[in-house]
């Protein structure tokens, strides 16, 4: 068997198997495991240095996912907006497929948590077909994100196979593929795989790292051969309460990503997913991250942080206020605080 295939095999899917490990209540964890499931790969499980940690938090299952009284199954209103199963059409020129119903972990904070690494994701050869039926029949449609679950736990040849038929739509101009194995198994991005992504150029990859530690050598190199590959590699972080919610530690994620090539693209606030809940900040927590962060480091370290519409509305720029006043000069903030003025140049369009 390959070494991710085994690592992947090697997962701790039960409290019991967790207890081996670490000194936890067996009885707490098991209402939030049989709700939703529990995988953490030997890799993933090896970042863990102590219990309630931030890898801990996102990974183990806590006893406050089962009543979350205030969040909703589907708070983006995917399951409504998909005109066919498993492809969700939200924005004019760009879709979302979701092909895979397996993560290499389950992240405790997932959006999809509803039905993803369950029964309740019905995935076939023949949804994915419809899929890209769907995107053929289109032309408005410039670009597919493929999520799921996480695509790259293909195969290899399944992957190939995908992407060439998506491939000879002439309409189509973008693939972005949506993962998070780069951090969660990165053993997984093999010369092979590599070989075969970089056939299907342009080809993105959006990848999503929340916290510093998840920044190891086994995780720089996966990202260094698909940047090698000549893949773009961006990064989906979520605010996490507890885990990554200050700016120390989301600029030292950020600066990190960079020196691995993964611009960071997004930061999000949490979604209402229900089972989640236990992780939103208020909203002024990543406004007041983000004014911290601008101009203080690189701009290309600096991803838009947005709030995803609940029902379906789509993302939104959450945006520090720069602006004091308008009129012949704007006059804003500066990143240090300081009042600056511009002259305008005629009148407001
Ligand atoms: C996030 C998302 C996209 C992509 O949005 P970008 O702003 O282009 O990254 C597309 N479709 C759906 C349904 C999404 O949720
Ligand atoms: S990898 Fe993505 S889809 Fe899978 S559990 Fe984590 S957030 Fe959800």
């Known amino acids: 068997m390959t070494y991710w295939k085994e690592i992947l095999q090697n997962s701790v899917s039960k409290?019991?198997?967790?207890?081996?490990?670490?000194?936890?209540?067996?009885n707490a964890l098991e209402p939030a495991c049989a709700s939703f499931p529990m995988r953490i790969n030997s890799y993933y499980l090896g970042l863990i240095q102590s219990v309630n940690d931030p890898i801990w938090k996102q990974a183990v299952p806590d006893p406050r996912e089962v009543n979350d009284s205030i969040c909703i199954a589907d708070p983006l209103g995917e399951e409504k907006l998909s005109p066919v199963p498993n492809l969700v059409h939200k924005y004019p020129d760009r879709v979302l497929l979701l092909i895979a119903n397996e993560c290499a972990m389950y992240c405790r904070f997932c959006t999809r948590k509803r039905?993803?690494?369950?029964?309740?994701?019905?995935?076939?050869?023949?949804?994915?077909?419809?899929?890209i039926?769907?995107?053929?029949?289109?032309?408005?449609?410039?670009?597919?994100?493929?999520?799921?679950?996480?695509p790259l736990l293909f195969s290899?040849?399944?992957?190939?196979?995908?992407l060439s038929r998506l491939r000879s739509i002439p309409s189509l101009e973008v693939i972005r593929i949506g993962s998070r194995v780069p951090c969660t198994l990165p053993m997984r991005v093999t010369e092979?795989?590599?070989?075969?992504l970089k056939k299907h150029h342009p080809l993105y990859i959006n990848t999503h790292f929340n916290h510093p530690r998840e920044l190891t050598r086994e995780a720089a190199k996966a990202c260094a051969m698909l940047a090698d590959g000549g893949i773009p590699l961006g990064c989906q972080t979520v605010l996490l309460k507890g885990v990554n919610d200050n700016a120390e530690t989301l600029k030292k994620l950020f600066l990190g990503l960079l020196r691995m090539r993964v611009k960071p693209y997004?930061?999000?606030q949490g979604d209402l997913t229900r089972g989640t809940n236990?992780?939103?900040t208020h909203t002024s927590c990543g406004i007041k991250i983000m004014r911290q962060l601008i101009g203080n480091i690189s701009g290309m370290a600096i991803p838009t942080f947005a709030l995803d519409g609940p029902g379906g509305k789509g993302k939104i720029p959450?945006?520090?206020?720069?602006?004091?006043?308008?009129?012949?000069?704007?006059?804003?903030?500066?990143?240090?605080?300081?009042?600056?003025?511009?002259?305008?140049?005629?009148?407001?369009?």
């Open 15 to 26: 409290p019991a198997a967790l207890a081996r490990h670490f000194n936890i209540d067996i």
């Open 115 to 131: 039905k993803v690494g369950t029964a309740a994701m019905q995935i076939s050869e023949k949804s994915i077909e419809n899929g």
């Open 133 to 150: 039926d769907y995107i053929r029949r289109n032309p408005q449609i410039r670009e597919v994100l493929i999520s799921g679950g996480d």
């Open 156 to 162: 290899d040849r399944k992957l190939d196979s995908l």
């Open 192 to 196: 092979e795989l590599v070989n075969v």
């Open 266 to 268: 997004y930061l999000f």
């Open 278 to 280: 236990h992780f939103r």
């Open 318 to 349: 959450l945006t520090p206020e720069y602006i004091v006043s308008s009129g012949k000069e704007l006059s804003f903030h500066n990143y240090r605080g300081e009042l600056c003025t511009y002259p305008e140049n005629g009148d407001p369009v």
